[in-house]
T-cell receptor, first 113, second 110 residues
Framework: GAVVSQHPSWVICKSGTSVKIECRSL??????MFWYRQFPKQSLMLMAT?????????EQGVEKDKFLINHASLTLSTLTVTSAHPEDSSFYIC?????????FGDGTRLSIL | SQKIEQNSEALNIQEGKTATLTCNYT??????LQWYRQDPGRGPVFLLL?????KEKRKERLKVTFDTTLKQSLFHITASQPADSATYLC?????????FGPGTRLSVLP
């Protein structure tokens, strides 16, 4: 089956640092990758959609200068949380899609101290 | 905009019984409706997909129905087991949009 690998699975860092999260589709080429954010006991909220080789499309209210997305190949997308602050602490999940359904990574728990 | 509701935030059932989860949407009929399972601290895992022109799909102990007139999907787990305890999310694809419901947290009691 389709596998999406997300790395790292958890990260703890100081306020003000930048954190990069990788999302890879291991056994298929993803035309589109998505980044979600999930707060405790809530559903996934879409942050942005990225297509290989083009700029990401951000959802309303998501700061594109804060959450930098790079989709350099059909199997890799990265999300960089720049100058992270405690309010950025959350569970970040990526997904990859080529047709239906979407397949999800296992998430990255980000804790900013 | 599309609004998705799942019948209850939490559902408790006894082991061996059939769990039935509901997903209702308000506006556009989706091209696809999908069900995912999410365990704490993990990403969603795809379970079943049903298309707008399909009425029912089955996979082992799982069954999904789709009624575009009622704008509703039902998700059944038969002979439920404690290992089925998780949050179940329905998700709709319509056009370029993909939207999750809020999820139902299922607990199967031994």
């Amino acid at each position: 089956g389709a596998v999406v690998s997300q790395h790292p699975s958890w990260v703890i860092c100081k306020s003000g640092t930048s954190v990069k999260i990788e999302c890879r589709s291991l056994d298929f080429q993803a035309t589109t990758m998505f980044w979600y954010r999930q707060f405790p006991k809530q559903s996934l909220m879409l942050m942005a959609t990225s297509n290989e080789g083009s700029k990401a499309t951000y959802e309303q209210g998501v700061e594109k200068d804060k959450f930098l997305i790079n989709h350099a190949s059909l199997t890799l997308s990265t999300l960089t949380v720049t100058s992270a602050h405690p309010e950025d602490s959350s569970f970040y999940i990526c997904s990859a899609r080529t047709g239906e359904p979407q397949h999800f990574g296992d998430g990255t728990r980000l804790s900013i101290l | 905009s599309q609004k998705i509701e799942q019948n209850s935030e939490a559902l408790n059932i006894q082991e061996g019984k059939t769990a039935t989860l509901t997903c209702n949407y308000t506006n556009y009929s989706p091209a696809y409706l999908q069900w995912y399972r999410q365990d704490p601290g993990r990403g969603p895992v795809f379970l079943l997909l049903i298309r707008e022109n399909e009425k029912e799909k089955r996979k082992e102990r799982l069954k999904v129905t789709f009624d575009t007139t009622l704008k509703q999907s039902l998700f059944h787990i038969t002979a439920s087991q404690p290992a089925d305890s998780a949050t179940y999310l329905c998700a709709l694809t319509y056009g370029q949009n993909f939207v999750f419901g809020p999820g139902t947290r299922l607990s199967v009691l031994p």
